[in-house]
């Protein structure tokens, strides 16, 4: 049987949030994979170097079983478009599997998705998506019932991974980090706040103001 799996995008998205997690799903057996948005066409991403295109609109895809909700700056107007909120709502009521990357749970929670439930984010955001309602968790991977959610960027990758294996499998998961050769040597150990040199916790931090 068929899985459809939507992966909102938008103008100004961060592209691994929502390209780290495709590189995974898409590989899932029966994965129908589709990029979406309010209208059809393509999105470019924060740098405006890449384009991504949204095969379909909001409308042509009301009730997937999977949806991911990606971070990046363009985001932001989503918190407040009723048209986005609203089909989030309704494909929720349905889905398997509501899930988010990075500042992707501030939309969902917008929404009401995540009210009371258990969520992570960027953690630079993990403040702002406690006061949309979510219980804030400073986690990699964060499951609250079918809703999955990931901090910043590259932790999308460990989300789809883990999703993989709830939808298909450990054995299917293991094959495609396999696959993806996904075996993290990072050359220096800055990927936290809590790792980090003060300075530069405080210089992403007002990036990301």
């Known amino acids: 049987m068929s899985t459809r799996i939507a992966i909102l995008i ?16 898409s590989r899932i057996p029966g994965a129908e994979l589709r990029f979406v948005a309010k209208e059809a066409g393509v999105k470019r991403t924060d740098t405006g170097a890449l ?13 997937p079983d999977v949806v ?13 478009d009723a048209e986005v909120l609203d089909w989030l709502r309704t494909a929720h ?21 995540l009210d009371g439930k258990r969520a992570t984010t960027h953690w630079a955001y993990l ?21 999955m959610s990931a901090a910043g960027v590259s932790a999308g990758i460990d989300m789809a991974l883990t999703l993989a294996a709830r939808m298909a499998g450990d054995t299917v998961a293991q094959a495609i980090q396999l696959g993806i050769e ?24 007002s990036s990301e103001r």
């Open 10 to 25: 938008f103008d100004e998205l961060t592209a691994l949030d929502a390209i780290g997690p495709y590189e995974v799903l």
């Open 93 to 113: 009521e349905r889905t398997t599997w509501t899930t988010s990357v990075c500042t992707g749970a501030l939309v969902l929670a917008a929404a009401g998705i």
């Open 68 to 80: 991911l909700v990606p971070g990046g700056q363009g985001n932001r107007p989503l918190l407040e």
């Open 127 to 147: 403040e702002r998506l406690e006061q949309l309602g979510a219980e804030a968790v400073n986690e990699r991977v964060v499951e609250d019932g079918k809703i």
């Open 51 to 63: 384009g991504l295109e949204a095969d379909l609109a909001l409308t042509e895809l009301t009730d």
């Open 182 to 205: 996904y075996d993290p040597d990072p050359p220096f150990d800055t990927g936290s706040p809590e790792k980090a040199p003060s300075e530069l916790v405080d210089l992403i931090r």
